[in-house]
């Protein structure tokens, strides 16, 4: 969060249409697909044409980690929120684009960005 509030008001960031919720839950496949078409993507009611860069990658990456982040254990939350920021800092994009997508994807009530960022203003 500390990194969302160096955020100049006149840095300029791409925005991208996003699914927003892309979660396993959401993501089907044929047994042992072997291409794009082997893949259904569904439940698209948090669909936009305007997101942050990296929002379905943010979601996803949460998706991934969504076991250990709702444990809501205050040391193991601590641990995935650096491991967030160490795994997007590494990522092509900046650590500044990340935090933006998560802070978009709890404005829009992704409880799993939620958790993150509430647990980060909780430990100031």
Request: net charge positive; glycine share 4%.
């Amino acid at each position: 969060i500390e990194i969302g509030a160096k955020i100049k008001p006149d840095k300029l960031f791409s925005v991208v249409a996003a699914h927003r919720d892309l979660g396993s839950e959401n993501i089907f496949s044929k047994k042992n697909p072997t291409n794009a078409s082997d893949y259904a993507i569904i439940d698209w009611e948090f669909f936009t044409e305007t997101a942050p860069e990296l929002t379905d990658k943010v979601g996803f990456w949460l998706g991934k980690n969504h076991k250990k982040i709702k444990t809501n254990n205050p040391k193991i939350i601590d641990k995935i929120t650096k491991d967030f920021l160490k795994f997007f800092s590494d990522h092509k994009h900046s650590s500044q684009s990340s935090v933006l997508a998560l802070l978009h994807l709890a404005s829009v009530g992704i409880d799993l960005a939620k958790i993150l960022i509430c647990h980060t203003e909780y430990q100031r």
